[in-house]
């Protein structure tokens, strides 16, 4: 099983609340990714980063935004979530971008 | 034009039959091929690599064919927890990342 952690597994906020989501992985990964998923449909890339310090958009543009202070951790922020919002967010990463990806668990948000 | 197509599905077999599934690309370059499997709400998981000369893990199969841009995933003998949602995940011709197809639906009923 792939060490990636995800938290809240599940969270349910009202409209304008600031949300942060946690991912972390202890395979000293350099690479990991943040996709957006709704049921049924396909993953979207909203951002990513190749090491410390280091940040991009993915192809989906998103209102979220990410940090990546340390190698293992790379949590995103919404800072005034709204109903469009609502969504899967899964966390992934891998040891080069070219290598196979190690997905968490999820995180189901729902913004009422 | 997408990066990777796939037929969606769904794809509705009967315990034991084979199935297999195609999945095109467009950047010629590519070297990184994938299959993963992914359930119902659930996170996508790698099923195998795709290696040039094709491998196999049990009952499952993956090709690569470079001259018609496509890897494809045979399934022999299907069981009832075979049914998934199969993403084909090839490396971008746009920067340095993989690319997620959307994915084809196999059922398989008893």
């Known amino acids: 099983e792939a060490d990636i952690y995800q938290t809240p597994r599940y969270l349910v906020i009202g409209t304008g609340k600031k949300i942060t989501l946690e991912c972390s992985q202890t395979m000293g990964h350099d690479k990991m990714y943040w996709y957006q998923q709704d049921p049924g449909m396909e993953l979207h890339l909203i951002h990513y980063?190749?090491?410390?310090?280091?940040?991009e958009k993915g192809d989906l543009s998103s209102e979220s935004t990410v940090s990546r202070i340390r190698t293992e951790h790379f949590p995103l922020t919404l800072e005034s979530a709204r109903p469009s919002h609502t969504s899967q967010y899964l966390c992934a990463s891998s040891r080069q971008a070219y290598n196979e990806q190690f997905f968490g668990p999820g995180t189901r948000l729902t913004v009422l | 034009r997408k990066e990777v197509e796939q037929d969606p599905g769904p794809f509705n077999v009967p315990e034991g039959a084979t199935v297999a599934f195609n999945c095109t690309y467009s950047n010629s370059a590519s070297q990184s091929f994938f299959w993963y499997r992914q359930d119902c709400r659930k996170e996508p998981k790698l099923l195998m690599s795709?290696?040039?000369s094709g491998n196999e893990d049990g009952r499952f199969t993956a090709q690569l064919n470079r001259a018609s841009q496509y890897i494809s995933l045979l399934i022999r003998d299907s069981k009832l927890s075979d049914s998934a949602t199969y993403l084909c995940?090839?490396?971008?011709?746009?920067?340095?990342?993989?690319?997620f197809g959307a994915g084809t639906i196999l059922r398989v009923k008893s």
């Open positions: 795709v290696y040039s």
């Open positions: 995940v090839v490396n971008s011709e746009y920067g340095n990342k993989l690319v």
């Open positions: 980063s190749y090491g410390v310090n280091s940040t």
